[in-house]
T-cell receptor
Framework: IAGITQAPTSQILAAGRRMTLRCTQD?????MYWYRQDLGLGLRLIHY???????GKGEVPDGYSVSRANTDDFPLTLASAVPSQTSVYFC??????????????FGEGSRLTVL | GQNIDQPTEMTATEGAIVQINCTYQ??????LFWYQQHAGEAPTFLSY??LDGLEEKGRFSSFLSRSKGYSYLLLKELQMKDSASYLC??????????WGAGTKLIIKP
């Protein structure tokens, strides 16, 4: 593994189903993030984690949950998918030093379609 | 509220220069980022400015004016591979990134 890896890269899902998007990084970054990207809108933060064992809500957290059991993994779960969750999901990580200004490293994205 | 404005789309000619503007309104300010995103790919970091002025990095330069809430990304000697979306993002007082919708840059031969 080099960098940050997401799986699956693409998924079609029936509404009401549960889905977990996986994200793993091998850069030992403290902070990890989940974003969704929709046409015409900026990246929107769903959830974040500043360090293992802690998580926080972003701009659009409803319908999503995350966990951060260790430094490397940050899965995103849709408990009961709805069509409005059709989007491209990006996982990202950064090394948050004292300045909190670390650049983000993104995974390749997971394209999710909810029917 | 917090807001980032940048043009939706721009067109430029191969070999030319293009400037992509970004204005921001945030609660506090801790710096401004530019990212490049090719179609179907992940965003990649281009630049970070926290002080006023111009930062040059090869063919790409980024400028910041904190008093005006304004930044631009300058791309010189445009190449076809520069066709991409360019995302502006400001870091607010809580160190949260506020993203613009991106500027799609189309390069014509």
């Amino acid at each position: 593994i080099a960098g940050i890896t997401q799986a699956p890269t693409s998924q079609i899902l029936a509404a009401g189903r549960r889905m977990t998007l996986r994200c793993t990084q091998d850069m030992r970054h403290n902070a990890m993030y989940w974003y969704r990207q929709d046409l015409g809108l900026g990246l929107r933060l769903i959830h974040y984690s500043n360090t293992a064992g802690t998580t926080g809500k972003g701009e659009v957290p409803d319908g999503y949950s995350v966990s951060r059991a260790n430094t490397d993994d940050f899965p995103l779960t849709l408990a009961s998918a709805v069509p409005s969750q059709t989007s491209v999901y990006f996982c990202a990580s950064s090394h948050m030093g004292s300045t909190h200004t670390g650049e983000l490293f993104f995974g390749e994205g997971s394209r999710l379609t909810v029917l | 509220g917090q807001n980032i404005d940048q043009p939706t789309e721009m067109t430029a000619t191969e070999g030319a220069i293009v400037q992509i503007n970004c204005t921001y309104q945030t609660s506090g300010f801790n710096g401004l980022f530019w990212y490049q995103q090719h179609a179907g790919e992940a965003p990649t970091f281009l630049s970070y400015n926290v002080l006023d002025g111009l930062e040059e990095k090869g063919r790409f330069s980024s400028f910041l004016s904190r008093s005006k809430g304004y930044s631009y990304l300058l791309l010189k000697e445009l190449q076809m591979k520069d066709s991409a979306s360019y995302l502006c993002a400001a870091l607010d007082s809580n160190y949260q990134l506020i993203w613009g919708a991106g500027t799609k840059l189309i390069i014509k031969p």
